[in-house]
């Protein structure tokens, strides 16, 4: 189960769009989530800090959430760029920057602290700036937490400058 | 906008359920978020950290899914504490403590960063160890993300003793 992904595609991402706390390489607090492809299924891995509990002994939901979240931005931008010709790893354009339109998440167990996660993702094209993508996260071999995310390639509303 | 809960019912959660990292007193480097009542409706403060972003210039969707996720349960047990008749700061047993079934956020707007984010929850009883809490999370006068929480007095499952 403890795995790492080689070729992240938050690795490629613009510098003005990798601060996300979630999964911006440059967000020293931040929880540096990286995501690949795995065959035609995308993947995240991730141990939680000690103090990200909800009670004893198990994971704080709100960092499932965020979990979720990221990979599903991640993963439709792996999704597109796949499609555009390109995998994180070569010599490839930016790969698209997407955000979340809605998170869903259904937290089917009790997640245990002190074992990584595991979050993996099915995308769909909805259109090609708009995509689904269906992700469960496993604690060892337990589906702890199923999610959906909607994720949008990133409006110029998000554009500060 | 600015406003701060004198009463929150995560002051009176037992000590063992009080190391959430989204709203555990306890929790020295958690969010510390308090919810308490407004009137019939329920309410949580939170100014971001300047690392709970998405991009620079707009919050982390993570975080507001873990506001909206601490508020459901915080709003939850205030609605079933005042059900037994029983409002936070008044000599009472201690409130019963919820997790967290399922949670559902659409992102209305991108949430600006920089000015205190307010949550607001509205609470259903479904039965009386279950509640639907649905919430509004507004950035100033703007509704940026509107949520929905089903909420579960604690199981057994999260008793690690």
């Known amino acids: 189960m ?6 992240a595609i938050q690795d490629e991402y613009a510098e003005d769009y990798s601060w996300c706390y979630g999964c911006g390489r440059l967000n020293e607090q931040g929880l540096h989530l990286r995501t690949g492809w795995d065959g035609d299924r995308t993947v995240t891995y991730y141990a939680p800090r000690a103090e990200q509990m909800a009670v004893p002994g198990f994971v704080y939901g709100g960092l499932i959430a965020s ?9 439709a931008s792996l999704a597109l760029h796949r499609k555009n010709g390109y995998e994180p790893g070569s010599k490839a354009p930016e790969p698209p920057r997407f955000v979340t339109a809605s998170l869903k998440v259904d937290f ?3 997640t245990p602290h002190g ?32 999610g959906e995310v909607i994720a949008v390639v990133m409006p110029k509303t998000f554009q500060n400058k």
């Not at 403890?2 to 070729?7: N, T, Y």
């Not at 979990?67 to 993963?75: A, M, N, Q, R, Y």
């Not at 996660?117 to 199923?146: N, Q, R």
């Open 108 to 110: 089917v167990k009790p």
């Open 67 to 75: 979990l979720i979240d990221c990979h599903g931005t991640g993963s």
């Open 2 to 7: 403890r795995g790492k992904v080689v070729h």
């Open 115 to 146: 074992v990584p996660l595991k979050a993996i993702g099915v995308t769909e094209e909805i259109h090609p700036k708009k995509w689904k993508v269906s992700i469960e996260v496993f604690a060892e071999d337990t589906c702890c937490a199923m």
